[in-house]
């Protein structure tokens, strides 16, 4: 049958008025954030406290789907390829983001391209463990001891490319030491294979860690922040116990598939930055050593590619592309 010619700009103003009303009804079923991280991983512990917040006030659950493993990429192709109607987004690292793709020289994926922002949610507050059956104090102790025993200690990292990889690469350049590198499939396995005595030390977002150290399972010996922190008053400062002007956070972002909706991505925006705002979500944040931040989609646009030529620049500076 042959249709007429007025049958299909009708049916495209159709459709176009469905889009805009399940624009306007979003969201009316659950939302799905992967987590290209292990389950009790500094971000997925955050995501979970700030997704709850934002169900709460929108009215619809949020499904977390952590799915580690190959540095985060399968993951992170999942969010990229993933139907971009705001009912699936991802709950990120900077590692995913920006040191990852350094890394890597084919990427099924361009954090660029295939993404949009949605928000910096807080940074992550990181930490130098070490096991207990260690006699390490300070970071001041553990570069005295890589000095006496060049390439014979060992340090856990949640994988080639982690967070956890980068801030000890970059640690031991700007010692001057040589450590031998250990990578798990997470970081919530490195931190406890220290706790065990498996590995005698590694760097960690506090988020990950925190039970531990309060617990008495491992002792955090240094944090990587300009100053202390107050909920550690007692743990020095990397830079005040052996090694002056070394610091290293990482991100918690959130980002959707690219051409998700601008009203859509405005929308999670909006929520994100209205869940950190609650007190009881930022005391919790605080409490596991996150700042929070909130950020609008363009912002964290411009900081990831900001974030992509420093972390090029470190990469290729600490030999890590090497390893």
Known sequence: MRL????????????????CLAQANYPDRPIKMIVPLAAASAVDVAARIVTQKMADNMGQQFVILNLPGASGLIGAEQVARAEPDGYTIGGFNDSIMTMVPNLQSKMRWDILKDFEPVSLVATVEWGLIAGNQTSFKTAA???????????????????PGSPQHLAM?????????????VPYKGATQAATDV????????????????????????????????KRLPQFPDVPTVSESGL???????????????GTPKEIVVRLNAEVVKAIGDAE?????????????????E???????????????VIKETGIANE
């Open 244 to 258: 002056p002007g070394f610091f290293f956070n990482s991100w918690f972002a959130m980002l959707a598939p690219a």
């Open 4 to 19: 007429p010619g007025w049958y299909f700009p009708l049916l495209a103003l159709v459709a176009g008025s469905s889009s």
């Open 141 to 159: 102790d553990l570069i005295a001891a890589a000095k006496a025993a060049p390439g014979k200690i060992d340090y856990g990292s949640g994988g």
């Open 281 to 297: 979500v930022r005391r919790k944040l605080e409490e596991l050593g996150f700042a929070v931040r909130g950020s609008s989609p």
């Open 299 to 313: 912002e964290l646009g411009v900081m990831t590619r900001d974030q992509l030529a420093k972390y090029a620049r």
């Open 195 to 226: 706790a065990a005595g498996q590995i005698p030390v590694g760097f960690q977002g506090l988020g990950t860690v925190v039970a531990l150290v309060r617990g008495g399972q491992l002792k955090l010996i240094g944090v990587t922040t300009e």
């Open 169 to 181: 690469a970059m640690f031991a350049s700007a010692a001057g030491i040589s450590l031998t590198h």
